[in-house]
Nanobody
Framework: QVQLVESGGGLVQPGGSLRLSCAAS????????MGWYRHAPGKERGLVAT???????NYADSVKGRFTISRDNVKNTVYLQMNSLKPEDTAVYYC?????????????????WGKGSPVTVSS
């Protein structure tokens, strides 16, 4: 079964840091981009950052200069280093990756989401 499993969320004080990890597992043939999205209370889910297999990155304006996305293509894992955290960063963070996976009769490409990792920034 193909899945994305996140880890690393929790409670942190303003100005603190957290590192999220997301590992893809299962019968995976290829992963192009991997990314992080977040869903804050009362808001729609929005982009945080994405990274291609070649290492090109894209960030939401609200996190530029504070968050860094990276990935290990051998481990099929994406990371999100979050520094200088603010209360407005409080949200459930979701890992996302369109993946080409083994399917009946061949392969198929599907968009996968993790179950979410809560991050709370509060004093």
């Amino acid at each position: 079964q193909v899945q994305l499993v996140e880890s690393g969320g929790g409670l942190v004080q303003p100005g603190g840091s957290l590192r999220l990890s997301c590992a893809a597992s299962g019968s995976i043939f290829s992963i192009n981009s991997m990314g992080w999205y977040r869903h804050a209370p009362g808001k729609e889910r929005g982009l945080v950052a994405t990274i291609t297999s070649g290492g090109s990155t894209n960030y939401a304006d609200s996190v530029k200069g504070r968050f860094t996305i990276s990935r290990d293509n051998v481990k099929n894992t994406v990371y999100l280093q979050m520094n200088s955290l603010k209360p407005e960063d409080t949200a459930v963070y979701y890992c996302n990756a369109p993946m080409t996976v083994k399917a009946v009769g061949g392969v198929t490409t599907r968009n996968y989401w993790g179950k979410g990792s809560p991050v709370t920034v509060s004093s």
